[in-house]
């Protein structure tokens, strides 16, 4: 069965550090999405993507987030100066395009981002 | 805004028994959908049931079923015969149903253990 994966599983940095992390959503989806869970508390939503621009964002989303869909298999979310309160799990997930609710999200991994 | 509460932090149920997780949400829109998700050690989330606000029949897969209550903003997940491998954190979430309005809205997740 398709997957999304995740790169790398764990990331280590020191803050004020760029830092990227990609996904690769499942091939034939069409949005795409980043959410992160600070340890201990929700899973939050910060963004999602369609056909090559951002669709919603939330206010967590700020001028240091920036995703982008370099080619047509990867997902990316930048993260350009990093904070001690950066420090999370990342999921990224991919569903169909079409009405909302209608087609699963299908969640990553996640990737653990260590910010010191 | 939209908000989902899960009240329980964490749950545990005999192997075989049946349990039972509580959600309840905030919304003043009179259409949405209702998902719950199953995060395993292994941390990917995966969908377990999904409801849709206008059906009034309680969704049903296999041995996990639903309690949708509209008028009490309620919406229990019911597991039935539980096993070792239901042991994970669950997440209730919601979901408008705009098209451009895809993010999940998540609760804080009720940590479920299975005894043997």
Known sequence: ?116 | AQTVTQSQPEMSVQEAETVTLSCTYDTSESDYYLFWYKQPPSRQMILVIRQEAYKQQNATENRFSVNFQKAAKSFSLKISDSQLGDAAMYFCAYRSPFQGAQKLVFGQGTRLTINP
């Open chain 1, 1 to 116: 069965e398709p997957e999304v994966t995740q790169t790398p599983s764990h990331q280590v940095t020191q803050m004020g550090q760029e830092v990227i992390l990609r996904c690769v959503p499942i091939s034939n989806h069409l949005y795409f999405y980043w959410y992160r869970q600070i340890l201990g508390q929700k899973v939050e939503f910060l963004v999602s993507f369609y056909n090559n621009e951002i669709s919603e964002k939330s206010e967590i989303f700020d001028d240091q987030f920036s995703v982008e869909r370099p080619d047509g298999s990867n997902f990316t979310l930048k993260i350009r100066s990093t904070k001690l309160e950066d420090s999370a799990m990342y999921f990224c997930a991919s569903s169909l395009w079409g009405l909302a609710g209608l087609y699963e999200q299908y969640f990553g991994p996640g990737t653990r981002l260590t910010v010191t």
